[in-house]
């Protein structure tokens, strides 16, 4: 099963790092190969935010669109993503945001993920590689965009 991890030191507090991350309805302006996302609900828990997403990806001619369940745990400065229908047999991200000073965090990504369909998985499972290995670049590029670089 594919999986990915890093870990970064940025120029950003964690608290910011967070809140973009948590923002799920501007990934089409900059995520790869994210063209929608629609929040399908939200709702309080005691382990923090639940959202219900659909996003949808595509590149060139094909498109696929999955269901995800997103935990946001401010108090951890924590997300988590599950995805719980469409093309993957499993897909799990985790972010945590670590606080070094308050201008400065240290990112931690890591994401899981397998086809459903061992044909798409031929088609696309390396462009599904490289794009993954591209997101954490993706969010720590908006967030120099937002923030300002170094900031």
């Known amino acids: 099963m594919p999986s990915f991890s890093t870990t970064r030191t940025v120029a950003h507090p964690a608290s910011d790092m967070f809140d973009l991350v948590a923002d799920v309805e501007r990934y089409p302006e900059f995520v790869p190969l994210c063209t929608a996302l629609a929040v ?3 709702e ?3 382990e923090g935010e639940l959202i219900l ?3 949808t990806v595509a590149y060139g001619p094909m498109s696929e669109s999955y269901t995800s369940r997103v935990r946001l745990d401010r108090d951890r400065l924590a997300i988590a993503t599950t995805a719980i229908d469409g093309p993957f047999r499993k897909l799990e991200n985790n972010w945590l945001f670590e606080p070094l000073d308050e201008d400065e965090c240290t990112v931690h990504f890591a994401l899981t993920y397998e086809l459903r369909s061992f044909a798409l998985g031929l088609v696309v499972g390396t ?3 490289r ?3 591209r997101f954490a670049d993706a969010f720590v590029k908006r967030a120099d965009a937002l923030y300002g670089k170094g900031a």
């Open 44 to 46: 309080a828990t005691p």
């Open 131 to 133: 794009a993954f290995r």
């Open 127 to 129: 462009l599904f590689d």
């Open 53 to 55: 997403a659909r996003m």
């Open 40 to 42: 399908r609900s939200r």
